[in-house]
């Protein structure tokens, strides 16, 4: 029973365009979000979160919106970069972390 | 700035054999978690401490799991009579806790066990 999908296993975007990860939940009790990207033999790095009484965090180039309604959430990244290329995580918390399954982005030039 | 260390970084190992992980966590931190992930999917959570007490196990973690936090702070992870299922990354992160429940986690680098 996944209760964070990420329907999207992979996604390629050019340097400078938005990028953008999306990312759906089943269980109305969770009320924080998290995302975490993760490079190859490095454990997951926090990116940006936000809390259920929020529609929207924003972070440098890095955005996260919530909408409760459709218990969605996605991560928006602009202008991307190379170095963003990474495996993005749908984190949503309960004291403990139930991560998605991931994203894998590719930023080309 | 000290972050979370795992240690060994990689454990390789004959079916049915014992081993053990170690996590440090980020000095003052005080909960600790363990979490598995395994080819193609997310870490999957096993245990937490606050400080040393064991607070949450998954399901996952069957009883030739063991986990402890004997003073609160570094946190060992066991597993008996290894399987070949129990090939993974074992990954361990920490929060400050202390009442601050929405507060991010940090994770280790990770301890990749291959079950020969």
């Known amino acids: 029973d996944q209760q964070v999908k990420q329907n999207s296993p992979s996604l390629s975007v050019q340097e400078g365009r938005i990028s953008i990860l999306n990312c759906d939940y089943t269980?109305?009790?969770?009320?924080?979000f998290l995302w975490y990207k993760k490079y190859p033999a490095e454990g997951p790095t926090f990116l940006i979160s936000?809390?259920?009484?929020?529609d929207k965090n924003e972070d440098g180039r890095f955005t996260v919106f919530l909408n409760k309604s459709a218990k969605h959430l996605s991560l928006h990244i602009v202008p991307s970069q190379p170095g963003d290329s990474a495996v993005y995580f749908c984190?949503?918390?309960?004291?403990?972390?139930?991560f998605g399954t991931g994203t894998r982005l590719q930023v080309f030039p | 700035d000290t972050g979370v260390s795992q240690n060994p970084r990689h454990k390789i190992t004959k079916r049915g054999q014992n081993v053990t992980f170690r996590c440090d966590p980020i000095?003052?931190?005080?909960?600790l978690y363990w979490y598995r992930q395994t080819l193609g999917q997310g870490p999957e959570f096993l245990t937490y401490?606050?400080?040393?007490?064991?607070?949450?196990k998954s399901r996952l973690l069957s009883d030739r799991f063991s986990a402890e936090r004997p003073k609160g702070s570094f946190s060992t992870l066991e597993i008996q009579r290894t399987e070949q299922g129990d090939s993974a990354m074992y990954l361990c992160?920490?929060?400050?806790?202390?009442?601050?429940?929405?507060?991010?986690?940090?994770f280790g680098d990770g301890t990749r066990l291959s079950i020969l």
């Open positions: 269980n109305s009790m969770f009320d924080y």
């Open positions: 992160a920490s929060s400050p806790g202390g009442g601050l429940d929405n507060q991010p986690q940090h």
């Open positions: 936000i809390s259920s009484i929020k």
């Open positions: 984190v949503a918390s309960l004291n403990k972390l139930i």
């Open positions: 000095s003052e931190h005080n909960r």
């Open positions: 401490f606050q400080n040393e007490a064991q607070l949450e």
